[in-house]
């Protein structure tokens, strides 16, 4: 079984410029959950999809954030336009909604604002 | 804000026995995670305390004290391999959302 996949591994952009991540869920798992870790800090919660619908969006910095879950699959995350506090490595989540309570990282896109 | 606490660093020898204390004030508590993070890797779940009392699984087990909120990770007869970063998380409501301490990178040598 393939695991939660984070799509770019690396992302180096300019103050001002776009960025989208996506993550690819473990197949099934309805919930799915954005993290960042910005440098010398915690992880830190964004956000938490239950299939296409945002359950919970409290950790989300500011409205340059977007998050999406198109038919409850894969999800993007876009960045717009990137400040250098932005810079970090963003992980996603994934599990399923009965069963275990554990939560199956991806290895995280580490985005860097220059 | 949520205070999850956990030492900086600490360094053991192959083969010794290495506790992690976490600690935490969290506006919600529904079970405490412990993660294995290799650098550059994706975060690895160790195990989940919703209890109190020691989960064992292996060569790491696991303590919680809701009352004290307090946990601890131990590491037995510790391998070259468990050099990483061990995270401590709290499950903050129903819907898992995780709140994280900054992680004891635990080095063992030789």
Redo the contacts between chains.
Sequence with gaps: EAGVTQFPSHSVIEKGQTVTLRCDPISGHDNLYWYRRVMGKEIKFLLHFVKESKQDESGMPNNRFLAERTGGTYSTLKVQPAELEDSGVYFCASSQVIGSNEQYFGPGTRLTVT | GQN?DQPTEMTATEGAIVQINCTYQTSGFN?L?W?QQHA??????LS?N?LDGLEEKGRFSSFLSRSKGYSYLLLKELQMKDSASY?C?V?LSN?????????TTVTVRA
Aim: overall charge negative; charged content about 10%.
């Design positions: 999850i079970g995670f993660y550059g890797e994706a975060p690895t779940f989940y919703v995270l998380a499950n819907d898992y959302k995780l709140s994280f301490g900054a992680g």
